[in-house]
């Protein structure tokens, strides 16, 4: 798999949620036998959309372009990894009281996001995300999660279409995924304008 470094230049910051997201994967890769899925080999389905889920798609190559990656927007820190090679997959669940930010962290972020920090307030702010960031990089990804039993089948793999013309808008759009409306292709825009 490929390093936090590699997911911080993705990503764009080191952050809590980034860290938690390299766990997991760090974590999968051990338990499943994973290495960075070149093709579909390694399937992930999250329960949240954060930080986190950036983390998953560098150092696994999880993504949604190949189909691998399937993003659940439940709010919930946890997440399905399956190993199509071997068919053994395992689920992680954060466990809700190893890295609770502190107060003075969650207090100041609300105040330097809602705008009203001052400089020496965000500047405090990162540094304390810092610190956190550091921390759960320390702790055991198997202290941070718990490990528990995939609750859904492995998604079918991604489907590969021939793309033909919609009689509606003469756009292009994959033969798999449009209409037949009397013999003729109609693309979802096009059919729910109906
Ligand atoms: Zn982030
Ligand atoms: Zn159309």
């Known amino acids: 798999m490929k390093s936090y470094e590699d997911a911080i230049a993705f ?12 766990k997991a994967a760090e974590l999968a ?14 399937v ?10 950036d983390a998953i798609q560098v150092t696994l190559g999880c993504t949604a372009g190949k189909g691998n990656l399937f ?18 997959s395992v689920r992680l ?16 972020r609300a105040k330097v996001f ?5 400089p020496e307030d965000a500047e405090h702010l990162h540094e ?15 202290k941070l999660f718990t490990v528990k039993e995939t609750k859904a089948l492995v998604p079918e793999k991604a489907r590969i279409f021939d793309n033909v013309v919609c009689s509606v808008c003469g756009e292009q759009v994959a ?9 003729k292709y109609v693309c979802t825009p096009c059919a729910r304008k109906k």
Do not use: Q
């Open 29 to 42: 890769a051990e338990l499943l036998d994973l290495s960075f899925s070149e093709d579909e080999e390694v």
């Open 114 to 118: 809602s705008g009203k920090g001052t």
């Open 11 to 22: 990503h764009g910051h080191s952050c809590g949620g980034l860290a938690m997201g390299y």
């Open 128 to 142: 304390l995300m810092h610190k956190y960031t550091d921390a759960i990089m320390a702790i055991p990804a198997k």
């Open 44 to 53: 992930c389905v999250t329960e949240t959309d954060s930080c986190t889920v």
């Open 71 to 88: 993003v659940n927007k439940w709010g919930k820190n946890a997440f399905s990894f399956y190993n199509r090679k071997t068919g053994k």
């Open 93 to 108: 669940v954060a466990n809700p009281d190893v890295a609770p930010m502190n107060t003075e962290l969650v207090e100041l």
């Open 175 to 183: 033969e798999g995924l449009c209409e037949k409306v009397d013999g």
